[in-house]
Nanobody
Framework: QVQLVESGGGLVQPGGSLRLSCAAS????????MAWYRQAPGKERELVAR???????NYLNSVKGRFTISKENAKTAVYLQMNSLKPDDTAVYYC?????????WGQGTLVTVSS
């Protein structure tokens, strides 16, 4: 099995920055992509950013230009650099990994953007 562990969440003021990390452990059959999702209270989970095996990326429109996703293949890790944070970014952020067997999820890390 694959286990994903997120870290880096916390409380920041609007306009601040935060860097999320996700480390994967276990046997990955074939890496397809890793991604970050988020879920705000009372809202559905949404895709924030995704990075594919070849390095191609895509982003939620509302975070484009502010967030950057990257990966480190040797550690099967993914990162999300979040700049110019807004209160609407407040959510639990979940790491996601897709391989040829199934989709794997982390437990989430809370990001709160507030004055």
């Amino acid at each position: 099995q694959v286990q994903l562990v997120e870290s880096g969440g916390g409380l920041v003021q609007p306009g601040g920055s935060l860097r999320l990390s996700c480390a994967a452990s276990g046997s990955i059959f074939r890496f397809n992509f890793m991604a970050w999702y988020r879920q705000a209270p009372g809202k559905e989970r949404e895709l924030v950013a995704r990075i594919y095996s070849d390095g191609a990326t895509n982003y939620l429109n509302s975070v484009k230009g502010r967030f950057t996703i990257s990966k480190e293949n040797a550690k099967t890790a993914v990162y999300l650099q979040m700049n110019s944070l807004k209160p609407d970014d407040t959510a639990v952020y979940y790491c996601n990994l897709r391989d040829d067997l199934r989709t794997w999820w982390g437990q989430g890390t809370l990001v709160t953007v507030s004055s």
